[in-house]
């Protein structure tokens, strides 16, 4: 299906609507019956049918069935929030004596679900290195379920070969799960390469605009309604009709964005490989990325976010330079308009910084929709000041 059809049309039913280009914010919490053999066939089926916003909603049905679209998906589900997307990913796929293998670092609130809430219900996690196809080999077990992957990971960026891991998983029956928040389904359909769920977070690209949480869940249309019919209307977690507005505005200019900063952030990445103060720049998509090849084959695009190993082994100097920055924050998240940094060193104890240990020396830079001279000058101009 074409990109284009897909953000300007598909899921709108403008006639519905007095032909409104923008479709409408059906802000309800329910719907009404005239008959009562409808309100019982709703009752016995609620994917099928609107009976109350908890569940289904014609505005966030626009954004799902584009939404699916994109990432070649049957069906999709838009939570509110990504960690709600990946608290009904894994948990719709375990019980009680499951075991799921993990990639190293997974996203912080993954990491938290594998490490303290499902240990409660007897499930354990083996963390793996999951460049390596080998160690998936050696971490299953008869009772794994769950493959979890996120590629690339959004500090390191290290991949997994999707299609390897997908055609392991599928022999050994285990059902794979990859968060997909770095690439979203412009530059990467999971999917397609054969992993069964995908998520990404839509705070990020998606909204593009630093003001919505939310994230999706794509996958066959079988695996999704067990999914919508029990973790998603159970933990009420579905978007709300408003972001969910939101964020089919937001995809309107998806591919235009993704492709500014695609160029901004190539331009960012040269100026900061010639910089003395930086030692490393890791970006999936620069010819030193050790696994550069695989992310070519893979990944139709990078673009935004990389990371920086500063030279200094100074925590004073580190912090000077963030805070020495004019235009570009310092702040979680990304995908937004602005530029960010995250520094690495921020996520502990001032104390606890071992200059040895290059990822304390990590930051982390999002590149926003601003002009690269602009960002480039307020590079450099912290990069000349951090020694005081
Ligand atoms: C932000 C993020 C999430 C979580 O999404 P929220 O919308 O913040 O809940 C998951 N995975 C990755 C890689 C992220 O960057």
Known sequence: MDISYIINELGEDREQYFNAIAPPIIQTSNFAFR??????????????????????NPTVEILRKKLAALDGAEDALVFNSGAAAIFAA?????????????????????????????????????YIDGRDIEQFERAILPNTKVIYLESPNSWDYALQDLRAVAALAKAAGIVTICDNSYCTPLYQQPVLLGIDLVLQSATKYISGHSDVVAGVLSGSRERMAKIFNSEYLNTGSGIQPFNAWLLIR????????????????????????????VAEVIFPFDPDFPQYELARQQMSGACGLLTIVLSTTSLNAIQRFCEGLRHISMAVSWGGH?????????GMPAGQFNPANREHRMIRLYVGQEEPDYLISDLKQALDGMHG
């Open 338 to 346: 602005e530029s960010l940094i995250v520094p690495k060193c921020a």
């Open 35 to 56: 008959k009562m053999d409808d309100l019982r066939q709703a009752f016995a089926d609620e994917y099928s049918t609107y009976l109350y916003s908890r569940g289904l």
């Open 250 to 277: 937001g995809l309107r200019t998806l591919p235009m964005r993704l492709s500014h900063i695609s160029a901004t952030t190539t331009k960012l990445v040269a100026f900061l490989k010639q910089c003395p103060e």
């Open 90 to 126: 894994v948990l719709a796929n375990v019980q009680s004596g499951d075991h799921i293998v993990s990639v190293d670092k997974p996203y912080t609130w993954a990491q938290r679900m594998f490490n303290h809430i499902l240990p409660r219900f007897k499930v354990t996690t083996t």
